[in-house]
């Protein structure tokens, strides 16, 4: 059923415009954008109207563990590899069911905050004891029921992980659950192909980092991927994976991945947080998508991503929600611009046009590079875009008399809940702030929390 939305403002790939008309054709792709045009019978918006934000970056069982990693150790130097080892305690929990109710969780609530679509970056395959289920894809499939009861558009991203650190380290038992053959992992994505295709889903696939793959089985992942599929990976998280990296072949992560790999718009480079100048400077010359996770990494301790000599050099970024410790696109941003405000003691920095609002050009950029990492034509209000939409909250206070500085209220300012409602791939699936389906998902969350040992039911 096509849909007509007449918005007062809108925000389109040119800037801010007034009394928008935006048609919604029956596949959920957006046919028309009017313009200073009329409202006649179009059904009003009810506010402000955005694109939703792409999440590039998602590990979405992980929502299972957010909140429970706040003891500090004995020795006071907890870090990413003392929070890693609490996270693989709660993959011994995990089970399918258990898996798809906490993504449902965290897809809903990514609705909700006015992100659009998400790639998941899933790595968990096999059972507790590291075999694999009667059918392969069986954790995969979870991921797909969870966003089809979310309608939350997915990129899945089957995770290839077969080592525990550089020079082919046999994995941890605690990893167990992610290893596979090459063989076995082309399988996975062959058994995917059909199953993404009827959902509307992107298929891409994710080599975990340098330190989990080997350069070999890096190019047999890259060639068993579809043709023109998104490519992630993590890389130059943390220091101790530069160093090992350094170590290992002599060139840091980075620096190696640019010289050895065709690095281009199809591969998106999650955190690369520790990167010399020469390397940031050659990323953003490359085309890929910097992936980045401001509220995690900023959690997790990483480190400061050189954003000011990223995005002046013409690198695309975008954000993701990662751990899930927080779901919220407009903390993501203003965590991210922060950062960069205490790095160099300065302010606004995240965009390089003069008298440019700060919020407006952080987001678009955002979902254009979002968009890109996503493989999925989304992130702008434009004929041909899926009608992936958020429309603003009016009535919070914080967002009281702005108009073309709406997105800097809601980023930077005392606002709460900015997102009335959401829709996604042209059906609305949030309406003034409730999901249509949260409660059955709420309470399936809670259930699957209190079996596994993670909270009350």
């Not at 994995?171 to 992992?185: G, H, K, S």
Request: hydrophobic content about 45%; charged content about 20%; overall charge negative.
């Amino acid at each position: 059923m096509s849909i007509r939305l007449f918005a007062s403002r809108a925000l389109l790939p040119t800037g801010w415009s007034r009394d928008v008309t935006v048609d919604v054709a029956d596949d959920g792709t957006i046919a028309t954008v009017t313009p200073d045009s009329r409202r006649d019978a179009a059904e009003d918006a009810g506010g402000p109207l955005v694109p939703a934000m792409p999440n590039l970056h998602s590990h979405a069982f992980q929502r299972g563990v957010a909140g429970r990693t706040g003891l500090a150790g004995a020795d006071g130097e907890d870090s990413f590899w003392t929070w890693r080892r609490a996270m693989y305690m709660f993959l011994e929990r995990l089970d399918p069911e258990g898996s798809e109710a906490i993504a449902a969780q965290a897809y809903v609530e990514m609705a909700k905050a006015g992100y659009g679509t998400v790639a998941e970056f899933h790595y968990v395959h096999h059972d507790a004891t590291g075999r694999p289920y009667a059918d392969r894809a069986e954790m995969s499939k979870r991921i797909l029921a969870a966003a089809r009861t979310a309608g939350m558009p997915l990129t899945l991203l089957p995770v290839y992980y077969a080592h525990g650190g550089f020079n082919a380290v046999p994995p941890l038992a605690a990893q167990r659950r992610f290893v596979m053959t090459t063989d076995e992992f082309a399988a996975l994505l062959a058994a995917l192909a059909p199953l993404a295709r009827a959902d509307g889903a992107a298929l891409g696939v994710a080599p975990h980092s340098l330190r989990a793959v080997t350069p070999d089985e890096l190019d047999r992942v890259i060639t068993a991927a579809p043709p023109g599929a998104p490519v992630h990976m993590h890389v130059a998280e943390q220091t101790q994976e530069v160093e090992e990296c350094v170590a290992w072949c002599g060139k840091r992560p980075v620096e190696w991945l640019l010289a050895r790999e065709s690095v281009d718009a199809r591969w998106c480079l999650v955190h690369a947080t520790h990167m010399l100048e020469r390397e940031t400077r050659a990323l953003a010359a490359s085309g890929a998508v910097a992936g980045l996770a401001p509220t995690t990494e900023a959690d997790l301790g990483d480190g400061t991503f050189p954003g000011v000599v990223y995005a002046a050099s013409g690198g695309r970024w975008g954000v993701g929600s990662d751990s899930n410790a927080i779901v919220d696109p407009f903390v993501e941003l203003r965590q991210l611009e922060y950062s960069q405000r205490l790095f160099w003691r300065r302010r606004n920095l995240m965009q390089h046009a003069p008298h440019e609002s700060l919020g407006t050009a952080m987001w678009q950029s955002a979902a254009r590079a979002g968009a890109q990492a996503c493989g999925r034509r989304t992130g702008a209000i434009e004929a041909g875009a899926h009608a992936d939409l958020v429309v603003l909250d009016e009535d919070d206070p914080a967002l009281a008399g702005h108009t073309d500085t709406l997105l800097d209220a809601a980023i930077f300012g005392p606002c709460r809940r900015p997102v009335r409602h959401t829709m996604l791939a042209g059906r609305w699936v949030v309406r003034d702030g409730r999901h249509r389906d949260e409660d059955a998902v709420l309470s399936a969350y809670r259930h699957a929390m209190a079996r596994m040992g993670g909270g009350p039911a």
